[in-house]
Nanobody, 120 residues
């Protein structure tokens, strides 16, 4: 079983910065893709940023140039540095990891979510 724990959410003024972190633990052999998604009230969950095990990244157009995703493979951790935050970035942010367990079974796990609120 794979468990994800997120940290770093909070309330910040527009233009400010926050850093989210997520650590995966459990019976993990390898993690392929790690990413951050968000869901605002009344909206569908959307991809914010993703990173492969090789370091290739993918960003939503709305966050390009403001957010940076990174990972530490040795610690099974993925982080999201969010700069120049806007009120429209307000949402619950979810960590997602996909990989393989020690039983050689694929997993696709989600964290419980962390709230990010940006005031104008």
């Amino acid at each position: 079983q794979v468990r994800l724990v997120e940290s770093g959410g909070g309330l910040v003024q527009a233009g400010g910065s926050l850093r989210l972190s997520c650590t995966a633990s459990g019976s993990i052999v390898s993690i392929n893709d790690m990413g951050w998604y968000r869901q605002a009230p009344g909206k569908q969950r959307e991809l914010v940023a993703a990173i492969t095990s090789g370091g290739s990244t993918n960003y939503a157009d709305s966050v390009k140039g403001r957010f940076t995703i990174s990972r530490d493979n040795a610690k099974n951790t993925v982080s999201l540095q969010m700069n120049s935050l806007k009120p429209e970035d307000t949402a619950v942010y979810y960590c997602n990891c996909r990989g393989t367990t020690t039983l050689i079974i694929p997993f696709d796990s989600w964290g419980p979510g962390t709230q990010v609120a940006v005031s104008s």
